[in-house]
Nanobody, 119 residues
Framework: QVQLVESGGGLVQPGGSLRLSCAASRSIFSLYAMGWYRQAPGKERELVARFTSGVTPNYADSAKGRFTISRDNAKNTVYLQMNSLKPEDTAVYYC?????????????WGQGTQVTVSS
């Protein structure tokens, strides 16, 4: 089991920045994957950025060049630095972790944090 707690969302003007944090209840070093998804009203949940097996992270095209995912294994925390925010980035952002359990992949989700980009 992995509990995930997000923080750092809020209201920001276009062009502004936010940093999201996701604290896990146990070591993230051995997780298969960990990262961020988002869901805007009326849309499906989509990948924003994630680490997989500790290799170079992958980003959605919409996030490349503006968002940076990072991790602090000692704090069991993953971050998402979001710069140059646009109104279309408005969504609920969810932290996700994937653990390999007896050969199966198990997904864990945080409760989500709202990000609103508006003037």
């Amino acid at each position: 089991q992995v509990q995930l707690v997000e923080s750092g969302g809020g209201l920001v003007q276009p062009g502004g920045s936010l940093r999201l944090s996701c604290a896990a209840s146990r070591s993230i070093f051995s997780l298969y994957a960990m990262g961020w998804y988002r869901q805007a009203p009326g849309k499906e949940r989509e990948l924003v950025a994630r680490f997989t097996s500790g290799v170079t992270p992958n980003y959605a095209d919409s996030a490349k060049g503006r968002f940076t995912i990072s991790r602090d294994n000692a704090k069991n925390t993953v971050y998402l630095q979001m710069n140059s925010l646009k109104p279309e980035d408005t969504a609920v952002y969810y932290c996700n972790a994937v653990s390999r359990v007896a050969g199966d992949m198990v997904d864990y989700w945080g409760q989500g944090t709202q990000v609103t980009v508006s003037s």
